[in-house]
T-cell receptor, first 111, second 114 residues
Framework: TQLLEQSPQFLSIQEGENLTVYCNSS?????LQWYRQEPGEGPVLLVT?????EVKKLKRLTFQFGDARKDSSLHITAAQPGDTGLYLC???????????FGTGTRLKVLA | NAGVMQNPRHLVRRRGQEARLRCSPM?????VYWYRQLPEEGLKFMVY????????ESGMPKERFSAEFPKEGPSILRIQQVVRGDSAAYFC????????????FGDGTRLSIL
């Protein structure tokens, strides 16, 4: 049984399009982090969500934490080539200090 | 740059040699985590340390691998008698405290075993 699932695994879109990537689990999370990782670099923290139903915006990126704190989504509006990268969600399991990393969504935005 | 610093960025070793990977956490952070990443895979937790203490090493192989975070100086991940399967990117992250505190990552050490 997979603890954490990110979808889609790969996504290739044209500049200007909108997209949504998902992070799902059957477990309850106490918090969740989204990272973006580019080749040859470490993951860069984008946002942390803590409260069920929470929505956070970072310019063209909108992050939502599910009401039950079992899932999250990342929506990008008018994607740009600079958004290309690996998007990782990392929930913190309730009652633990550990973050579990998904395999990520590899996004490629074509100019 | 007050971020997490890892060195070296690239490390090449022959089978049987030792590899030492260093990590200096962000200023003020006393919690360090080591992860391993293989191509096309996610980050796999290896070990969690606080100053002078190993809190959780459940993700670290029992043999050949060890980690420390001394009172002074960087955290060290040591791999003895390296084998080809140890080739990977090793990332270090640090946080202010445990629990819900966000983890900030370094740019990793890419270990290649010849």
């Amino acid at each position: 049984t997979q603890l954490l699932e990110q979808s889609p695994q790969f996504l290739s879109i044209q500049e200007g399009e909108n997209l949504t990537v998902y992070c799902n689990s059957s477990s309850v999370f106490s918090s969740l982090q989204w990272y973006r990782q580019e080749p040859g670099e470490g993951p860069v923290l984008l946002v942390t969500v803590v409260t069920g139903g929470e929505v956070k915006k970072l310019k063209r990126l909108t992050f939502q934490f599910g009401d039950a704190r079992k899932d999250s989504s990342l929506h990008i509006t008018a994607a740009q080539p600079g958004d290309t990268g690996l998007y990782l969600c990392a929930p913190n399991l309730a009652g633990t200090y550990k973050y579990i990393f998904g395999t990520g969504t590899r996004l490629k935005v074509l100019a | 740059n007050a971020g997490v610093m890892q060195n070296p960025r690239h490390l090449v070793r022959r089978r049987g040699q030792e590899a030492r990977l260093r990590c200096s956490p962000m200023k003020g952070h006393s919690h360090v985590y080591w992860y391993r990443q293989l191509p096309e895979e996610g980050l796999k937790f290896m070990v969690y340390l606080q100053k002078e203490n190993i809190i959780d090493e459940s993700g670290m192989p029992k043999e050949r691998f060890s980690a420390e975070f001394p009172k002074e100086g960087p955290s060290i991940l040591r791999i003895q008698q390296v084998v080809r399967g140890d080739s990977a990117a090793y990332f270090c992250a640090s946080s202010l405290s445990q629990g819900n505190q966000p983890q900030h990552f370094g740019d990793g050490t890419r270990l290649s075993i010849l």
